[in-house]
């Protein structure tokens, strides 16, 4: 399909791995956007990219969070010494623009289900 | 600040029946958008409804409807006749204009339509 895709779909880990998230863009999109939805935090923005600009990082939790966006599509979050409040569903996201007053609808992919032993 | 309110965690409802989903939000900016996402139980988030600022026209489409109100800083979603495939998170959420594109979203709605 033509959608946004996230892989793997499951990720179960140990406390202290480390864990790579992939998202492929819908093909076109410049914008990328991470979420992670868990319980009793609801859906949270964690970091978004928009073409070649620096990415605004400012809703990852902490400096294990980390994030790439290599030739403008492929997106990869990376979480180092997993702890187990970051088990969630993390969600990616991708808009055809995300210039302000652009076309900003944000599609979203199935998401990774992490969850962190 | 920016914020969104969802008011009401669950709603269970009989098919039919028409059900209001409610949205209120706070921001300082002037321009805005404000989105409904539809959350089945598959889990991918679909989009609903992209709704600016400055239109506050009401929407149809279909058995959806929105209800925009600046005065009171409500994004109201009403589905009529309900039906079982409704059942879903649905969340509102708020994108401020000024080169932050995170969405702010509600905590969701969890709509349950029984037969």
């Known amino acids: 399909g033509a959608g946004v895709s996230q892989s793997p779909s499951n990720k179960v880990t140990e406390k202290g791995k480390d864990v790579e998230l992939r998202c492929d863009p819908i093909?076109?999109?410049?914008?990328l956007y991470w979420y992670r939805q868990s319980l009793g935090q609801g859906l949270e923005f964690l970091i978004y990219?928009?073409?070649?600009?620096?990415?605004?990082k400012s809703g990852l939790p902490s400096d294990r969070f980390s994030a790439e966006r290599t030739g403008g599509s492929v997106s990869t979050l990376t979480i180092q010494r997993t702890q187990q409040e970051d088990s969630a569903v993390y969600l990616c996201?991708?808009?055809?623009?995300?210039?302000?007053?652009?076309?900003?609808?944000?599609?979203f992919g199935p998401g990774t289900r992490l969850t962190v032993l | 600040a920016q914020k969104v309110t969802q008011a009401q965690t669950e709603i269970s409802v009989v098919e039919k029946e028409d059900v209001t989903l409610d949205c209120v939000y706070e921001?300082?900016?002037?321009?805005?958008?404000l989105f409904w996402y539809k959350q089945p139980p598959s889990g991918e988030l679909v989009f609903l409804i992209r709704?600016?600022?400055?239109?506050?026209q009401n929407e149809i489409s279909g058995r959806y409807s929105w209800n925009f109100q600046k005065s009171t800083s409500s994004f109201n979603f009403t589905i009529t006749a309900s039906q079982v495939v409704d059942s879903a998170v649905y969340f509102c959420a708020l994108r401020v204009s000024g080169g932050y594109n995170k969405l702010i979203f509600g905590a969701g709605t969890r709509l349950a339509v029984h037969p």
């Open positions: 996201a991708s808009s055809l623009t995300g210039l302000a007053g652009g076309l900003n609808e944000q599609f």
């Open positions: 990219f928009q073409g070649n600009s620096a990415p605004d």
């Open positions: 921001t300082r900016d002037t321009t805005y958008y």
């Open positions: 709704r600016n600022s400055f239109d506050e």
């Open positions: 093909s076109g999109h410049t914008a």
